[in-house]
């Protein structure tokens, strides 16, 4: 219908089979080889995305895909608390390879998001883990902030720096309500909340 697809990946962690919230990792290098536990679930996951991204190709459909995001902060097993950048690089760098070189999937925007939450001081600047220029397609940060002003640091300006299109993926405030990290829904007028 002329509309854009956003793919956010959350891999699981190949180590232990656990979400991917799940920071218990064994040796980086066996992600990469298929004769380990973690190389083969890696594998099996990589094929899984390969399976659904291919369709949407085989239909047209171009896909913003948005995976190993937030890799600037500890929240997930490829972040900064348990990943070096090198590695990080790696891992993305060999994603890349095997969906768009080893699988042709063209249709992929390559979307590099990092974590901007003024009050969360694990997180390192934004670009900590650039995996390269010929491999980001578009940038942006998932901002969970209630001064958004504030996101005129220096990660701002390094986004910007790399003159790709820049985005929101994610955004909310940066307090816990009760409706969890969404705005009240209450105080949303009708159009927006379907009842129109």
Known sequence: QGGLVAISWHARN???????????IGDFD??????????RRWKE?????????TELKAAGVPVMWRPFHESNGPPFWWGTTTL???QFRRLW?????????????DNLL?????FHDIGN?????VLVNWPGDDVVHITGVDAYDDAMASF???DYRALRAKGLPMGLPEAGPGKQSAAGRDYDWSKLPDHLRGRA
């Open 93 to 105: 760098r060999s994603t890349y390879q095997y969906l768009v070189h080893e699988h042709g999937l």
């Open 152 to 154: 005129t640091d220096a």
């Open 110 to 114: 390559w979307v590099y998001a990092g």
């Open 121 to 125: 001081t694990r997180r390192k600047p």
């Open 14 to 24: 190949p180590w232990t089979g656990g979400n991917s919230k799940d920071k218990q």
């Open 30 to 39: 066996d992600l990469f080889d298929a004769n380990t536990a973690a190389g």
């Open 45 to 53: 996951q990589l094929d899984l995305m390969v399976k659904g991204l």
């Open 84 to 86: 070096t950048p090198a």
